[in-house]
């Protein structure tokens, strides 16, 4: 299995970003999605969970202003976070279940 995570960079406060996580090596449509990040000095959180049918679930932290979406056929689940403030500043990791990717930094800044 290995997973592979674009679209970070940096951003001002209240840009968006769309990051994008392309998943290989498993049968995508049945597994759970996840987005998590990690700040500095922090333990890394769950931000947004996605099942293979599309149900959806979030930190209280980024409700309203994060959407999870996948797409079965392409074997990819995306993570568009709007209204960013500092406080998101983290690397972003995509997970299904035992497989992390290799994180994409992003960095909410004037």
């Known amino acids: 299995v290995q997973l592979v995570e674009s679209g970070g960079g940096l951003v001002q406060p209240g840009g968006s970003l769309r990051l994008s996580c392309a998943a290989s090596?498993?049968?995508?449509?049945?597994?759970?999605m996840d987005w998590y990040r990690q700040a500095p000095g922090k333990q890394r959180e769950l931000v947004a969970t996605?099942?293979?049918?599309?149900?959806?679930n979030y930190a209280d932290s980024v409700k309203g202003r994060f959407t999870i979406f996948r797409d079965n056929a392409k074997n990819t689940v995306d993570l568009q976070m709007n209204s960013l403030k500092p406080e998101d500043t983290a690397v972003y990791y995509c997970?299904?279940?035992?497989?992390w990717g290799q994180g994409t930094l992003v960095t909410v800044s004037e």
């Open positions: 997970n299904v279940a035992t497989t």
């Open positions: 090596g498993l049968l995508f449509k049945f597994y759970a």
């Open positions: 996605i099942s293979g049918g599309g149900s959806t």
